[in-house]
């Protein structure tokens, strides 16, 4: 729907109107502030500049443009003034599909205007996905899905599998080059390697399942001891977080059945002395 509004100012008394607009826009969309004369006599704008674009004009100006890429919050005062009739109008512009839409228009016949807009720019529904999946979409994954974890659960497993890894890499390598030398057992190929490799990733997984699930205990039996024994509340940071636990009981029961299917059905577990 289209509104207008007219403002008569009679010629022997000047008044000031100061109306209010409440605008919703999606990111990526234009907020157009247009003037059929140049009564843009200056701009205030408040919220996250950074995240901001603005349209760079000389004033007085027969428009004004405010857009961003992510949700935000704008406060706009406008000021406009023109010494003969006027008009004004506040237009949402949509540069994915091209189109414009008119939010409200006014009619001054002379003098001034002070126009505040509140700018709530939203994310857009998504129907689907618009742009072509990077390497940025994949960081911003990551970096979401590893926020569910807590820091210290992140800090044990990086040490454990930099553990693992490092002597992992150092006994498959020791255990090939035995076989090359010594030559009682055929050397390691890619798919025995793969079937180690999975071996280590499951001890890692399980190690760390170990520990975790240590600690937390070891906080629950602490706490309940200090309250029903010592009669005291002791106000620790809590270490217990289940969704790590199902995770990695998950994570390492695929590894289990990934490994076990290398060594049943294409048969790679290597063969090893007694």
Not at 18 to 35: A, F, W
Not at 101 to 126: K, R
Not at 146 to 165: D, E
């Amino acid at each position: 729907m289209i509104t207008a509004i007219a403002l008569l100012v009679s010629p022997a008394y000047s008044a000031t109107m100061n109306p209010q607009e409440n605008v919703n826009l999606y990111t990526g969309n234009k907020l157009i502030i247009d003037s059929n004369q140049a009564s843009i006599k200056s701009v205030v704008v408040r919220g996250n500049l950074t995240a901001a674009t603005l349209s760079n004009n000389v004033y007085p100006s027969k428009n004004f443009t405010l857009t961003t890429n992510s949700t935000q919050l704008y406060t706009v005062d406008v000021l406009l003034s023109y010494q003969s009739p006027y008009t004004s109008e506040i237009v949402i512009s949509d540069p994915s599909s091209g189109s414009k839409t008119q939010y409200t228009s006014y009619f001054v016949s002379g003098g001034d205007l002070n126009l505040t807009v509140f700018a709530s720019f939203q994310a857009s529904p998504s129907s689907g996905p618009t742009v072509p999946l990077g390497w940025s979409s994949f960081y911003g994954w990551v970096s979401e899905f590893g926020g569910a974890f807590p820091f210290w659960i992140k800090i044990l497993y990086a040490v454990l599998g930099a553990q693992f890894v490092f002597v992992g890499y150092r006994w498959i390598k020791f255990e090939d080059e035995r076989r090359r030398i010594e030559g009682h057992l055929p050397p390691l190929d890619r798919g025995n390697k793969a079937y180690l490799w999975t071996e280590v990733v499951f001890r890692t997984l399980v190690a760390g399942f170990a520990i975790s699930l240590a600690i937390m205990i070891g906080e629950v039996l602490v706490l309940l001891i200090a309250q029903y024994l010592f009669f005291v509340n002791l106000t620790l940071v809590s270490l217990v977080d289940f969704f790590s636990i199902f995770f990695v009981a998950a994570l390492g029961t695929l590894v289990y059945l990934a490994r076990e299917g290398l060594d049943r059905i294409f048969d790679l577990k290597p063969m090893m002395e007694d």
